[in-house]
């Protein structure tokens, strides 16, 4: 391990299941290959400032709203396209010091995901057609910047909170972001 965990256990995002993440089980399951995580350390602070914990899935279709989303973007099944799933990235984990938030970081670790999205899809040749994340309430609007959409249904129309929220970004939509906020192109 490349880091000392008593600077884990210091993390604090203001969300205690992101905590309880970082703090107990990021090392677990990377020593046990589940779960990639990613660590943003400021030296001068001797502090983590953000993670992410990514890993390979998949993104079932599971509902009519579905369809008309992945009909626009991949071949589906004509006689029963509900049920039918394909190759993803998950975004697990992603959390900010409470104290660095609201200073970019987050859309700097972004930009960093994805780029090692992008390595993963265009240099190492691993197929996959989106990335998803359960979004925690509080974490919605952050990954709507991003262009992530409501995976299952449109939540926009419920009014009740609830745990978390299913989303998703296509991986074409993806490459367009980071190349707009990086201004380096993938080809």
Not at 39 to 47: E, G, H, L, N, V
Not at 95 to 119: A, K, N, P, W, Y
Not at 159 to 185: A, C, F, R, V
């Amino acid at each position: 391990q490349l880091i000392d965990l008593n600077i884990l256990n210091k993390f604090d995002c203001g969300e205690q299941i992101v905590n309880d993440f970082i703090r107990n089980r990021a090392c677990i399951y990377e020593d046990q290959n589940l779960m990639s995580t990613t660590i943003f350390y400021d030296t001068d602070k001797k502090m983590v400032v953000g993670f992410y914990s990514i890993s390979s899935s998949i993104v079932e279709v599971k509902s009519y709203y579905d369809v008309k989303n992945f009909n626009e973007k991949v071949s589906m099944p004509e006689e029963n396209p509900l049920g039918a799933s394909f190759p993803a990235i998950e975004i697990g984990w992603f959390g900010v010091s409470i104290e660095m938030q609201r200073r970019t970081i987050g859309t700097s670790m972004m930009v960093t995901l994805f780029e090692d999205i992008i390595r993963s899809r265009y240099i190492h040749n691993i197929g996959f057609s989106d990335v998803i994340v359960s979004a925690l309430p509080g974490a919605v609007e952050f990954y709507e910047q991003f262009g992530f959409r409501y995976l299952h249904k449109d939540f926009d129309q419920f009014g009740q909170i609830e745990q978390s929220y299913p989303m998703y970004l296509d991986l074409n939509y993806l490459t367009e972001i980071y190349e707009k906020e990086t201004g380096t192109s993938i080809y």
